[in-house]
């Protein structure tokens, strides 16, 4: 039986006379996807994506999964493809979904009807299906209201379509369709999450990390660039940025405040990535900051880091709590790699009693005690390491 994925549009129906722009990036990000898969067509029509197989080969199971990781999609369904003719739809509904309707003990029918030259109604259809498929199914019994499974029948344009219930898709926006950000990416829990949050919204990310051997070493990078790859999985293929940050670090430790030492970093931090997003056309920064975690994630210490650099900083996890960015992070199979255990040049060197209320006076202050720092993140900069991430290369094992 021929079979079709179905793909739901959920914000982007919304957008209006940009509707057509957002569409034609998710096509194409969906046709990229499935590239090496077999032949599709994949088409629009009604607000919904439809991906047709052309070659009895290609691989439906794992397309389902790759497009179920593609942002853009609120709602998905693998359907069966039939003719518009009652009898037709009845076969099909019967077949296709025989081994759903033997588990289930109760069901319901929703039918739609777009294509309104179809000669029965939509509650027709439901009801003479449901019927129909009692006949069929004599252990089953109707519940409207929270049945075990709903059979859904859609008669559109070109065919009629025949599937259980909807899953839920990525949701949010196509990749790309907000512009482009760098992510400081760490080894942590929480900057992964950042990432698959800002990218749902439509942001395409490059990462950033700064590592600082020997006080991290060649497994931390490993690690880093292990998440950068789980995360690629809907960002699509990016480049890790690895900024030798060893220098600039020692010589704020050594020449800085010590209670301002992390504030002090961050802000050097943050300007090194300012010139790199500059020169790779990034409009944001992205960070996995949120409000208190730590000393540097006061309100008071954010907008000291906020001012040295004139792009945003989007910190998407803000408002969230320590378990709610772990669950997202368990969701996109990101948290058993962030939780292996490794140093990050964030926390070496921390002072005993960080300063939880800088102000911006005694941070400019203790950068003109600095004069030489400006050179060394210049250098570092300058050194920065480009890893490729290609999306469809497999996470490496990290012993
Ligand atoms: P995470 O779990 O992401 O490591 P965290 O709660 O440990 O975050 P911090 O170490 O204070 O918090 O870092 C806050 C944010 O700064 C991180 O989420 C990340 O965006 C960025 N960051 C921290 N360390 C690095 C690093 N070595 N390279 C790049 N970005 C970093
Ligand atoms: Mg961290």
């Known amino acids: 039986m021929k079979q079709i ?64 990781r593609v942002f853009g999609i609120a709602a998905m369904s693998r359907a069966a493809v039939c003719e518009k003719d009652f009898d037709a739809i009845c076969a099909a509904a019967g077949e296709y979904l025989a081994d759903s309707l033997r588990r289930a003990r109760t069901f319901k029918v929703e039918a739609k009807r777009s294509d309104k030259r179809f000669p029965m109604k939509s509650p027709e259809i439901s009801r003479e299906l449901g019927g129909y498929l009692l006949s069929r199914f004599p252990h089953l019994k109707v519940d409207v209201h929270n049945p075990d499974l709903t059979v859904m029948v859609e008669v559109r344009d070109f065919a009629a379509y025949v ?48 590592a600082s051997p020997p006080y991290t070493s060649e497994r931390a990078k490993l690690k880093v660039k292990a998440l950068a790859q789980i995360v690629s999985e809907w960002t699509g293929s990016c480049v890790l940025y690895v900024v030798p940050y060893t220098e600039p ?34 409009q944001a920064i992205v960070t996995g900051e949120s409000l208190a975690q730590v000393a540097s994630q006061t309100l008071r210490a954010l907008a000291c880091t906020d001012e040295v650099q004139p792009l945003p900083v989007l910190r998407p996890l803000i408002g969230m709590d320590k378990s709610e960015i772990v669950a997202t992070s368990r969701a996109i199979g990101a948290f058993e790699t962030s939780i292996l255990p490794y140093e990050d040049c964030c926390t070496i060197f921390t002072p005993p009693h960080p300063k939880t209320r800088p102000t911006l006076e005694e941070i400019r202050a203790a950068e003109e005690a600095m004069p030489g720092l400006a050179e ?15 999306w469809q290369d497999e996470v490496e094992y990290l012993e």
């Not at 957002?22 to 994506?49: C, H, I, N």
């Not at 060394?376 to 290609?390: F, H, M, P």
């Open 5 to 68: 994925i179905l793909c739901y549009q959920g914000e982007m129906a919304l957008k209006g006379l940009n509707k057509a722009t957002f569409e034609a990036s998710l096509a194409k990000a969906v046709r990229f996807r499935l590239r090496d898969l077999g032949e599709f067509k994949v088409y629009k029509a009604q607000s919904t994506l439809y991906i047709e197989p052309e070659t009895e080969d290609a691989d439906m199971d794992e397309a389902f999964r790759r497009v179920s």
């Open 249 to 282: 670090q020692e010589y704020i430790r050594d020449h800085g405040p010590a209670p301002l030492f992390t504030v002090l970093m961050r802000r050097s931090m943050l300007r090194i990535a300012h010139q790199i997003a500059e020169s790779i056309d990034c």
């Open 376 to 390: 060394l993140e210049k250098k570092a900069a300058a050194e920065v390491e480009r890893i490729r991430i290609d």
């Open 163 to 210: 599937h259980g219930d909807k899953v839920p898709g990525a949701g949010g926006l196509p990749v790309g369709t907000s512009g482009r950000a760098l992510n400081m990416l760490s080894g942590g829990i929480d900057s992964p999450v950042a990432a698959w949050r800002m990218a749902r919204r439509g942001l395409a990310l490059h990462h950033i990390h700064f």
